[in-house]
């Protein structure tokens, strides 16, 4: 109509140049991101290391020769495992999928013994569809794990990229401050700084006793199969380790592959075995956790395994290793909303 003004949207060159740059910045984290990947896993690695780095300094060990050592004694312990340890485990590993058919078929006929005329047909019929043997597993995790490798360290030449970067953030006094401030907005530097510095403390807390909780119940329930004679003892307590990480679920997807291998065996045995576990859990939960946990303020369990799962559908295992250091942003982030909202004067 004549008589409305016509309206005009007006953009700036700055506009247009700013959005240009931003597409194209996202375009180079995509091209970079296996560079990006190994930075990021680099800091996490200072990060982890600080702890360490700062108690040798309070004992006067000067910052580069702490560095040095602590990175001795991960590369020694690494080879530690790989020709002592893994090699134990692959022995267990391969006698666990050799005799898998043999207790798959005595399972199988204690089933038949027990003649119970309207499920006997119907176990029998779909145990090779329940007990997939282990080899099977195996080769899928294996599989996934030098995907796993593949995809995210890319070969020798990001792993080396990874030992360079953290040995380098590392080695400065205060190296990860530093990178913080060269990539973050002068006015928020200070706030994204102390962010960090707060999540690495809890993360370090964290993490340190995780590692701590995962070893001492490694230990307990490889005493414990081994007393009781259960078979590949050392390759079921790798799992209850590392199965620790993930709150409640984790302890009980770890007894599952002893529990059945002793009941394969004979019941008595698979019930001893239950009690084992039940009896590891409750010195975990009543022992252990509240004296490793003393001292350290860890994250909410339901969120680390909101995390870990989110982790995993996202970006497998990659995910997985970096959902708790995001979680533990995250939270430091919620807990600075909170307390603003709470110290800002109520609107009326």
């Not at 990006?36 to 680099?42: E, G, I, N, P, Q």
């Not at 780095?53 to 910052?63: D, G, T």
């Not at 003393?294 to 680390?304: A, D, F, K, Y």
């Amino acid at each position: 109509m004549q008589g409305q003004p016509s309206q005009f949207v007006h953009i700036s060159t700055w506009t247009i140049v700013r959005v240009f740059l931003v597409a194209a910045l996202i375009g180079l984290a995509y091209v970079i991101r296996d560079i990006l990947a190994a930075l990021l896993f680099a800091i996490i690695i200072a990060s982890a290391l600080e702890p360490g780095i700062a108690w040798l300094k309070r004992h006067r060990v000067p910052r580069i020769v702490s560095v040095v050592a602590l990175y001795l004694a991960i590369a020694c312990v690494a080879l530690f495992f790989i020709y002592l340890v893994f090699p134990l485990l692959l022995e267990d590993a391969i006698s666990l999928v050799r005799t898998f058919p043999l207790l798959q078929e005595q399972f199988v006929a204690v089933v038949e013994h027990l003649n119970i005329a309207s499920l006997s047909p119907f176990l029998t019929d779909k145990i090779p569809e329940f007990l997939v043997s282990p080899g099977a597993y195996l080769q899928r995790f294996g599989g996934g794990v030098v995907g796993f490798i593949t995809s995210v360290f890319g070969g020798i030449f990001t792993f080396f990229l990874i030992v360079v970067f953290s040995f380098h953030l590392a080695i400065q006094e205060r190296g990860i401050e530093n990178f913080i401030r060269l990539i973050v907005p002068v006015r928020q530097e200070r706030y994204i700084v102390n962010l960090w510095e707060r999540a690495q403390r809890q993360l370090g807390r964290w993490f340190r006793a995780q590692l701590l909780l995962g070893a001492i119940v490694g230990i307990l329930t490889f005493f414990g199969l081994t007393f009781l004679g259960i078979p590949n003892a050392l390759f079921f307590a790798m799992l209850a380790a590392a199965f620790e990480i993930i709150p409640v679920a984790g302890p009980i997807l770890a007894s599952i592959p002893p529990i059945a291998a002793a009941f394969f065996l004979s019941p008595f045995l698979g019930v001893f075995t239950v009690g084992l576990y039940i009896l590891v859990q409750q010195l975990e939960s009543n022992v252990i956790v509240p004296v490793v946990m003393q001292r350290s303020v860890g994250l909410n369990p339901l969120v680390v395994v909101l995390a870990l799962l989110i982790g995993v559908n996202i970006g497998g295992l990659f995910g997985a290793l970096l959902a708790v250091p995001v979680v533990a942003v995250a939270a430091e982030l919620i807990d600075d909303w909170d307390k603003r909202k709470r110290l800002a004067p109520d609107e009326t």
